[in-house]
């Protein structure tokens, strides 16, 4: 028979980017909480993935005190280097609150959040599977068997994670959209020279950014059918050279390569009972837009004060609030990330949307240059403060 073993106020299942800056909001504001992770910390630490925390996102931590949990990152510049049929066009953003913005591979910031959680005494547990026993009155089980209770659990670990599949299908709804078209994810060994460099191209989208000092992951926009058997190394860096309008003159090892279709993934409600879904685990945005990780941030930011009003105040109204208050968010990053991704996609490859959409990308592009409404909103978007 499986019995109790503890009881934890906050029960968080997932140690990816929400989870963990989430333990270390709760911590900070002295509420009891555990971090279950089913991977080892070493792969933790070292997935390779987004390398922007925005302003919004890094005044979250900057309200409880943890802005050093990002301050090893360099501040974001305030221009997005894009190359246009070859040539360059650096767009300058308008917002001056952008430059508020860290540029922090996301394996950096789950190092320090993972070292600062554990400095200030957060419980937190690698290689641990978890069940969801019950949502209404929360309690995971452990792989040994025992239970541990708690408040409430929050669902952290991503699309394919135990909380996601605790929700009953009738009680929840999936709002998907896919792009039609693929990015080929390569990781190199190649440093970046400047922190944005995308292009638009009419044989497709390509991209760089830094990876660390000396990493860099390039984009390069595919169809779907595509496998990474059809893009050898020199067929890469080859591509890359064509779409960015000169050769790439440092070719380093291509340590990683995946195809990555572009889609994006709502659902709703976020709350089920005292289950609550975080980050990945509740939407997706494509990489385009790079709010992935600072979507997951945002919820972290507003569940840590919903759970603060909860227990400092004995009200439960913020954390009742909570899915319709960041769905209405999650909604309106959407709507930027659909927007942003097309434009950038259509403006240089007509494909399969073909020429009409092509011209009404380019003429949504080249008025980010000549409106500086356009351009403010933009930079609103980036910044997080739209």
Known sequence: MSTVKETKPVLIIGAGVSGLALGNFLLREGIGCVVFERRSREYVEHRQRAGVIDTRATRAFRKRGLEDRVGDGV??????????????????????????GRFCPQQVLVRNLISGFRQEGGDLRFDTEVTVEDHENPRVRLGDGSIIEGDFIAGCDGSHGVTRAAVPEDRITRHTHEYGYAWLVILAEVPAHQQTLMAIHRRGFAAQFGRGPQASRF???CPLNDTTEDWPDERIWSELGTRFGEPITTKGAIVEKQLVPLRSEVLSPMSHGRLHLLGDAAHIVPPMSAKGMNLALYDADAFADALVHYYKNDDPGLLDAYSDTRLNDVWNYQAFATWFTNTVHDAGDPGDRGEFHHRVARADFERLYTSGTANRLLSEFVAGLA
């Open 219 to 221: 984009y390069l926009q």
């Open 75 to 100: 501040p974001t510049e305030p221009n997005l280097g894009f190359r246009v049929d070859g040539q360059p066009r650096p767009l300058g953003l308008s917002v001056e609150e952008h430059r508020e």
